[in-house]
C-alpha cells in the first residue's frame, strides 16, 4: 500500500512570495491533515478535511494561508505572501476515519522563507 | 486547552543502556495517548497507544502506561539499539467536538544511540 506522498520535498523562497504544497493521501482514506512543524517544536494541526469538507480550520492562518480539496483526494496548502516564520515543515497526514491515532503521516515539506 | 509537556533534549545513550523518556499531559475529560517517532527524512510512525487508564501500549520493545493518577505516560525500552535513534513524540487525542479528535503533540525528545 501506498503512502501519504508530498511534494516538494523542499522550498526556498523569499518573504512576500506565496507557495502551494501538494498532498496525496493514502487511497480511501476519507481524512487528512494539514500540520505546522516549527523546528524544535511539535506538529501543530492546521487544517483537518473530512471527504472535501473542513472539520477543523482554528488554527489556519486564514489571512494568508488557504486549503482546499476539491475532490476529496489529494489536497493543496498555499501560503500567500509568506513571512519569515513561516520557515517549517508542513505535514500531511491521512487516516480512514475521525478516530486521530490512524493517522499515516507523509516525508513532509521543508519550506525556507529569507 | 490540552497540552502535552516531555523531556526536553537531547538524550544520549550507548548501546544497550536502558532508556526513559518522560511524558506529562493536561487534558479534560479522558483523552486517549500515543508515542510517535520521527527517524531522519522520514514522516512521523505511531510507535505505540493507550486508550484508557492502567493500559500499556507496547511495540519494538518499547512500553508506556497510562497513567491516570500522575497524568504521565512514560516510554521506556529495556536495552536500546543504534537503529532506536530517532526524534520521539509524545501526543494525546481528546474529542474536540462532535466526533471530531484533535491530536496534541509535545516538542519532540530526539535520541541518540551510540555503538
Known amino acids: 500500500e501506498a503512502g501519504v506522498a508530498q511534494s516538494p520535498r523542499y522550498k526556498i523562497i523569499e518573504k512576500r512570495q506565496s507557495v502551494a504544497f501538494w498532498c496525496n493521501p493514502i487511497?480511501?482514506?476519507?481524512?487528512l491533515y494539514w500540520y505546522q512543524q516549527i523546528l524544535g517544536q511539535g506538529p501543530k494541526l492546521l487544517i483537518q478535511?473530512?471527504?472535501?469538507?473542513?472539520?477543523?480550520d482554528s488554527q489556519l492562518p486564514k489571512d494568508r494561508f488557504s486549503a482546499e480539496r476539491l475532490k476529496g483526494v489529494d489536497s493543496t496548502l498555499k501560503i500567500q505572501p509568506a513571512k519569515l516564520e513561516d520557515s517549517a515543515v508542513y505535514l500531511c497526514?491521512?487516516?480512514?476515519?475521525?478516530?486521530?491515532?490512524?493517522?499515516?503521516f507523509g516525508p513532509g515539506t521543508r519550506l525556507t522563507v529569507t | 486547552g490540552d497540552s502535552v509537556t516531555q523531556m526536553e533534549g537531547p538524550v544520549t545513550l550507548s548501546e544497550e543502556a536502558f532508556l526513559t523518556i518522560n511524558c506529562t499531559y493536561t487534558?479534560?475529560?479522558?483523552?486517549?495517548l500515543f508515542w510517535y517517532v520521527q527517524y531522519p527524512g522520514e514522516g512521523l510512525q505511531l510507535l505505540l497507544k493507550?486508550?484508557?487508564?492502567?493500559d500499556k501500549g507496547s511495540n519494538k520493545g518499547f512500553e508506556a502506561t497510562y497513567r491516570k493518577e500522575t497524568t504521565s505516560f512514560h516510554l521506556e525500552k529495556g536495552s536500546v539499539q543504534v537503529s532506536d535513534s530517532a526524534v520521539y513524540f509524545c501526543?494525546?487525542?481528546?474529542?474536540?467536538?462532535?466526533?471530531?479528535?484533535?491530536?496534541?503533540f509535545g516538542k519532540g525528545t530526539l535520541l541518540t544511540v551510540n555503538p
Open positions: 497526514a491521512s487516516s480512514s476515519g475521525t478516530i486521530s491515532y490512524e493517522q499515516y
Open positions: 487534558a479534560t475529560g479522558y483523552p486517549s
Open positions: 478535511f473530512q471527504n472535501n469538507g473542513v472539520v477543523d
Open positions: 493507550a486508550t484508557k487508564a492502567d
Open positions: 501526543a494525546l487525542s481528546a474529542n474536540s467536538g462532535g466526533s471530531n479528535y484533535k491530536l496534541t
Open positions: 487511497s480511501g482514506h476519507a481524512t
